[in-house]
């Protein structure tokens, strides 16, 4: 999966678990040293349905899912004017997981000046080799290394150690690992489209990209992207990852609740939802308001706690994407529940696509597309670990 010219647009394919969405890019920035995401402009958008074909983020229905993907590519394909070769592409599966573990690396011989190959197994020494979590032993695979700070001789924190000089590289990094059958089996679907798999995302980290700018990250920020029926949760501090997890509940799980409470179809419940209680079936506004809101805040309470339990001190910031983000009065309950400032954001930082910001269900995608372009201005080494 390496990465592919700098000059060529970037496409992101978001296999989601009601429509795979694709977005096609081109990077506006020349290419530099820094880590920051280049800027971005969007040369087209498309989706497609896929239906039951897809179930809490895994491909359940391979043939309709390439279908999917093909026509979800072929709309870019045609408003762009480009054939798409290759594309980054998301993982939102729930069977993902996530550390943060710590690594040392001897840098060899006295006091030399320290160099990318150094900087890269100090990395790697931070995934564990014997025993470790269950989860990164087989059936499992690594998905990504990222690192979150290096530390030379016990010095202070960096994001780069490069240049320094010093006998012992110290790195915290973010680990995330996926079944291998499933990563195999979103790399054969993709192929199957007649796409290239460029490069597989963990889901939060895509979202992430896709509606934080530079300052949101550095500064801390907690990211939900809440889908049909997942929720990426993506914790940012000090401009990276610090921690990434996934949810079994989304949009589909309020329209349950509601076809619960009124005796109805899920199709009737999901259609009074989004009419907000209209046709077909009459359902009092009061009622609609407090089962979304009861399932609301069951879930977002389970995310707060869980992030509490991982990570004790939040970020005062919480930004909310994805398609069931547009729930109504979604982000007085999270205010209620995080205590913090809360903003539903879609897409930033773009060129193109004027309406595309309001579009909060392209948020993985545009992201995929900014971080593939930000590892195309990497150097390789690093792109490696990333």
Same mark, same amino acid.
């Given at each position: 999966?390496?990465?592919?010219?700098?000059?060529?647009?970037?496409?992101?394919?978001?296999?989601?678990?009601?429509?795979?969405?694709?977005?096609?890019?081109?990077?506006?920035?020349?290419?530099?040293?820094?880590?920051?995401?280049?800027?971005?402009?969007?040369?087209?958008?498309?989706? +497609?349905?896929?239906?039951?074909? $897809?179930?809490?983020?895994?491909?359940?229905?391979?043939?309709?899912?390439?279908?999917?993907?093909?026509?979800?590519?072929?709309?870019?394909?045609?408003? !762009?004017?480009?054939?798409?070769?290759?594309?980054?592409?998301?993982?939102?599966?729930?069977?993902?997981?996530?550390?943060?573990?710590?690594?040392?690396?001897?840098?060899?011989?006295?006091?030399?000046?320290?160099?990318?190959?150094?900087?890269?197994?100090?990395?790697? !020494?931070?995934?564990?080799?014997?025993?470790?979590?269950?989860?990164?032993?087989?059936?499992?695979?690594?998905?990504?290394?990222?690192?979150?700070?290096?530390?030379?001789?016990?010095?202070?924190?960096?994001?780069?150690?490069?240049?320094?000089?010093?006998?012992?590289?110290?790195?915290?990094?973010?680990? $995330?690992?996926?079944?291998? +059958?499933?990563?195999?089996?979103?790399?054969?679907?993709?192929?199957?489209?007649?796409?290239?798999?460029?490069?597989?995302?963990?889901?939060?980290?895509? !979202?992430?990209?896709?509606?934080?700018?530079?300052?949101?990250?550095?500064?801390?920020?907690?990211?939900?992207?809440?889908?049909?029926?997942?929720?990426?949760? +993506?914790?940012?501090?000090?401009?990276?990852?610090?921690?990434?997890?996934?949810?079994?509940?989304?949009?589909?799980?309020?329209?349950?609740?509601?076809?619960?409470?009124?005796?109805?179809?899920?199709?009737?419940?999901?259609?009074?939802?989004?009419?907000?209680?209209?046709?077909?079936?009459?359902?009092?506004?009061?009622?609609?308001?407090?089962?979304?809101?009861?399932?609301?805040?069951?879930?977002?309470?389970?995310?707060?706690?869980?992030?509490?339990?991982?990570?004790?001190?939040?970020?005062?910031?919480?930004?909310?994407?994805?398609?069931?983000?547009?729930?109504?009065?979604?982000?007085?309950? +999270?205010?209620?529940?995080?205590?913090?400032?809360?903003?539903?954001?879609?897409?930033?930082?773009?060129?193109?696509?004027?309406?595309?910001?309001?579009?909060?269900?392209?948020?993985?995608?545009?992201?995929?597309?900014?971080?593939?372009?930000?590892?195309?201005?990497?150097?390789?080494?690093?792109? !490696?670990?990333?």
């Amino acid at each position: 999966m390496g990465v592919s010219s700098r000059r060529s647009p970037v496409c992101g394919i978001d296999i989601g678990s009601d429509r795979v969405r694709t977005v096609l890019a081109r990077v506006r920035d020349s290419p530099t040293e820094t880590g920051e995401p280049p800027s971005l402009e969007i040369l087209a958008i498309g989706q +497609a349905e896929s239906g039951d074909s $897809v179930r809490y983020g895994e491909v359940v229905r391979q043939r309709e899912v390439i279908q999917a993907v093909r026509d979800a590519v072929a709309e870019i394909e045609r408003a !762009a004017g480009v054939e798409v070769g290759s594309a980054l592409v998301s993982v939102g599966s729930r069977t993902l997981r996530s550390i943060n573990s710590w690594g040392t690396f001897s840098v060899p011989g006295p006091r030399r000046r320290i160099g990318e190959s150094d900087a890269y197994r100090a990395v790697m !020494a931070a995934v564990p080799r014997d025993g470790g979590p269950a989860w990164l032993r087989p059936p499992y695979e690594l998905l990504h290394a990222l690192p979150q700070e290096f530390r030379v001789d016990d010095g202070d924190a960096t994001d780069d150690p490069v240049g320094w000089t010093g006998e012992k590289i110290a790195c915290r990094v973010h680990l $995330v690992s996926c079944p291998g +059958a499933g990563l195999r089996g979103l790399e054969e679907t993709v192929n199957g489209a007649g796409i290239r798999s460029e490069r597989l995302l963990a889901a939060p980290l895509a !979202a992430g990209y896709g509606v934080l700018d530079p300052a949101d990250r550095r500064e801390g920020v907690i990211v939900l992207d809440i889908g049909a029926m997942t929720t990426a949760i +993506a914790v940012f501090r000090r401009g990276v990852l610090w921690h990434s997890d996934l949810m079994q509940s989304g949009g589909r799980a309020c329209t349950r609740d509601l076809a619960a409470v009124l005796g109805t179809s899920f199709v009737h419940a999901e259609r009074a939802k989004v009419s907000g209680g209209g046709h077909p079936m009459r359902c009092p506004p009061e009622l609609l308001a407090d089962v979304l809101r009861r399932r609301a805040e069951r879930d977002l309470t389970e995310v707060r706690d869980r992030l509490r339990r991982g990570l004790g001190d939040l970020p005062g910031t919480v930004v909310l994407t994805g398609g069931g983000a547009n729930l109504g009065g979604l982000s007085d309950v +999270a205010r209620r529940v995080f205590g913090g400032d809360v903003e539903i954001r879609g897409p930033r930082e773009l060129v193109g696509h004027r309406d595309l910001p309001s579009r909060l269900p392209f948020a993985t995608a545009v992201g995929l597309c900014r971080y593939g372009a930000s590892l195309r201005r990497r150097r390789p080494r690093s792109a !490696a670990w990333a």
